[in-house]
C-alpha cells in the first residue's frame, strides 16, 4: 500500500475544504474548463486543441497551447481525424475536355479569378446521397452546393447555378476548374460555363492532385459531418446538415492557410483593403 505522509494529506485535505489556499493553476483550470468546452460545442465538435486554442486566442483569452491540450484530454474532448479520399470521378472518354488552365496552382490574390467544383457521395438508408459543392480559392469560401438522390449533370448545374447568382462574376474574369468527371465536361455544362462568361478548366493528367483543393474540402466535410454524425436516415437530414455546417464554415471556421481565420474574414479584410486610400508619397 503506497504511504502518504500526514502532512501531506492535510495539506491536500485544506485545499479541498477551502477556494483560497487551492493552486493558481487548479483556479485557472476551473475558469478556462467551461470556455474550452463552449469553444468545442460552438464548432461542430469537430476542433482539436490546435484551433480551439486559437479560437481562444482569437476572444482574447490568454493561454498556453499546451495548457488547452491537458484540459481537452481532462474533458475528453478531441478534434476529428480525416479519413482516406475516395474518388467518384466517372470519366467520359468519348467527351471533349476542355484544357487545364490551372495545372495544379489553387491559389488566388481575390475572390472570383478562379472557382474548383467537385462532388461526394453520402450513404443513407434511403439509398446514396450526391453533394455537390463550388469553392471559391481564394479564402476557400464556399459559393455553391446542392444534395441530390441522383448523379447527374442537373446536379452539379444546380451548384453552379447558385454560385453564378451569389457571386455574379465578371464575364471573362474567372476559370471554372474541374476533374474530368462526366457531369462537368458534359455539353449543357460547357455551355453554361460559356453563357456565363467563364472559362472551363479540367485537370489533364486524371489523379487526385489535378482537383486537390476541392477533394480537401470535400474531405473535411466528409471528416467533420457526415462520418462524425451518421448514419443518416435521408436526403433531407443530409441536406440540413449540410446546410448548417456551409454557413459555419464559410464564417466560422479557422482555416490555416489563410492564418487562422474564416474565409468570409479573409475576403472582408480584402475588400477592406481596396476600401482604404492610397497612401501618400512625399
Known amino acids: 500500500?503506497?504511504?502518504?505522509?500526514?502532512?501531506?494529506?492535510?495539506?491536500?485535505?485544506?485545499?479541498?475544504?477551502?477556494?483560497?489556499?487551492?493552486?493558481?493553476?487548479?483556479?485557472?483550470?476551473?475558469?478556462?474548463?467551461?470556455?474550452?468546452?463552449?469553444?468545442?460545442?460552438?464548432?461542430?465538435?469537430?476542433?482539436?486543441?490546435?484551433?480551439v486554442w486559437k479560437q481562444l486566442r482569437r476572444e482574447g483569452i490568454a493561454v498556453a497551447r499546451c495548457t488547452v491540450e491537458r484540459l481537452m484530454r481532462r474533458l475528453g474532448l478531441r478534434g476529428v481525424i480525416r479519413g482516406k479520399a475516395v474518388r467518384t470521378t466517372i470519366s467520359n472518354p468519348a467527351a471533349p475536355c476542355p484544357l487545364d488552365r490551372v495545372k495544379r496552382r489553387f491559389t488566388a490574390e481575390r475572390p472570383n479569378p478562379l472557382w474548383v467544383s467537385d462532388f461526394t457521395y453520402v450513404s443513407t438508408w434511403q439509398g446514396w446521397v450526391y453533394v455537390a459543392?463550388?469553392?471559391?480559392?481564394?479564402?476557400?469560401?464556399?459559393?455553391?452546393?446542392?444534395?441530390?438522390?441522383?448523379?447527374?449533370?442537373?446536379?452539379v448545374l444546380d451548384a453552379l447555378?447558385?454560385?453564378?447568382?451569389?457571386?455574379?462574376?465578371?464575364?471573362?474574369?474567372?476559370?471554372?476548374?474541374?476533374?474530368?468527371?462526366?457531369?462537368?465536361?458534359?455539353?449543357?455544362?460547357?455551355e453554361r460555363l460559356q453563357e456565363a462568361g467563364i472559362e472551363p478548366s479540367v485537370g489533364s493528367t486524371g489523379d487526385s492532385y489535378d482537383n486537390a483543393l476541392a477533394e480537401t474540402i470535400n474531405g473535411l466535410y466528409k471528416a467533420e459531418v457526415i462520418h462524425r454524425r451518421g448514419p443518416w436516415k435521408s436526403a433531407d437530414a443530409v441536406e440540413w446538415a449540410t446546410l448548417e455546417?456551409?454557413?459555419?464554415?464559410?464564417?466560422?471556421?479557422?482555416?490555416e492557410p489563410l492564418g487562422?481565420?474564416?474565409?468570409?474574414?479573409?475576403?472582408?479584410?480584402?475588400?477592406r483593403q481596396l476600401r482604404q486610400p492610397a497612401s501618400v508619397v512625399a
Open 1 to 51: 500500500m503506497l504511504q502518504i505522509a500526514p502532512s501531506a494529506y492535510r495539506r491536500h485535505a485544506a485545499r479541498r475544504r477551502s477556494p483560497a489556499l487551492r493552486s493558481a493553476r487548479d483556479r485557472r483550470d476551473e475558469t478556462l474548463l467551461p470556455e474550452i468546452e463552449r469553444v468545442w460545442q460552438a464548432n461542430q465538435q469537430v476542433y482539436g486543441a490546435l484551433k
Open 133 to 155: 459543392f463550388v469553392f471559391d480559392v481564394f479564402a476557400r469560401y464556399i459559393v455553391g452546393w446542392r444534395v441530390s438522390r441522383t448523379m447527374t449533370t442537373d446536379f
Open 161 to 190: 447555378e447558385q454560385a453564378l447568382y451569389a457571386r455574379q462574376p465578371e464575364r471573362d474574369a474567372l476559370i471554372h476548374h474541374s476533374d474530368k468527371g462526366s457531369q462537368y465536361v458534359s455539353i449543357r455544362y460547357t
Open 245 to 255: 455546417w456551409v454557413s459555419w464554415f464559410n464564417n466560422q471556421r479557422l482555416m
Open 260 to 271: 487562422h481565420i474564416p474565409p468570409a474574414e479573409a475576403e472582408a479584410h480584402y475588400y
